[in-house]
């Protein structure tokens, strides 16, 4: 009796493996022509040290739109610019959503970001906010000043630091110099002294969100990894996260606070912005205002 009972659920088995192969294979005809996967990881062990010189080789054998299969997802890879400008110019569409890597999930940040939102409403219209009160030619024209009065102190940095023999570290003065550009475009202040050496957190917490979101992630891969975890990249970005979100809403209220004693109204970002949470709150608060404004730090 045992033995039949587990012939019987063998045969299950294999019809349930069986369509499952058939059903996986079935939608899989319509992919590009691509290398065999391996069983669960697919392709992975193909891109190698170096992705780039990897995808370029196969490009040679499977043609300029391959398909390969990365752990659990599937992946086009476009190795031809004529082809690509041509699927990004009539289905821009359908390639406009990004794919939401794990890392970015952190806080909810992909869920306010205009960088991660797909195409919906939402996105339109913080879209629009951010052509308005950042990109458009007024804008750039206003804030053409601050662009002047910022190469003018990068400019005395390098000649005081010529009068008193000392080495420009160039990497350390650029960034201090585009920190307060941006810093002055959205909040009307600086955030680091050029003409001091004292270490910026705000650089580091940067870096760090930088090189996090650089690192290979299995869960990108193996979405079912998602509530495990096993690389730390996650916790480390709600770490890193959380800092910067700190920091924005300190300034966002300190320019309320600003605003409640009548200081002087500043024609900043951040001013417009609070304007048009006053107008209509539906399409900004105090959480878009502060996602958009770490879009605006991070990239």
């Known amino acids: 009796m045992d033995y039949c009972t587990l012939v019987f659920g063998s045969f299950i088995a294999l019809i349930f493996l069986y369509t499952l192969a058939r059903i996986c294979s079935r939608g899989s005809k ?5 290398p065999s996967p391996w069983p669960i990881i697919g392709s992975l062990h193909l891109l190698g040290a170096k992705p780039h010189v990897s995808l370029a080789s196969l490009a040679n054998i499977y043609g300029p739109i391959m398909s390969l299969k990365l752990g659990q997802i599937n992946t086009v890879v476009i190795s031809s610019s004529t082809i690509a400008k041509q699927v990004l110019k009539n289905q821009d569409q359908a390639f406009s959503t990004r794919f939401i890597l794990d890392a970015v999930q952190a806080h909810n940040y992909c869920k306010f970001s205009i960088a991660w939102l797909p195409l919906d409403p939402q996105w339109r219209t913080l879209r629009r906010i951010l052509n308005t009160t950042l990109l458009s030619p007024n804008r750039l024209d206003a804030n053409q000043h601050l662009r002047s009065q910022k190469v003018k102190e990068l400019i005395a940095y390098c000649e005081k630091c010529s009068q008193e ?5 160039i990497g350390q003065a650029v960034f201090k110099t585009n920190l307060n550009l941006l810093s002055n475009t959205l909040f009307s202040k600086d955030l680091a002294d050029l003409f001091s050496d004292s270490k910026i957190e705000l650089k580091d917490v940067i870096w760090s969100i ?6 290979p992630n299995l869960v990108d891969y193996f979405p079912i990894l998602g509530n495990i975890d096993l690389q730390g990249i996650r916790h480390r970005m709600s ?9 924005s809403d300190d300034l966002i209220n300190e320019r309320l606070e600003e605003k409640k004693r009548g200081d002087f109204e500043r024609s900043d970002v951040l001013e417009a ?3 048009i949470t006053e107008k209509d709150p539906r399409d900004m608060d105090h959480t878009r205002i502060k996602y958009m404004l770490l879009v605006r730090i991070l990239f």
Request: no cysteine; charged share 25%.
């Open 239 to 247: 770490i890193h996260f959380g800092k910067l979100s700190k920091f």
């Open 165 to 169: 023999g000392e080495a420009v570290e």
């Open 273 to 275: 912005l609070l304007s």
């Open 30 to 34: 319509k992919l590009p022509p691509g």
């Open 210 to 215: 930088m090189a996090e979101i650089g690192k």
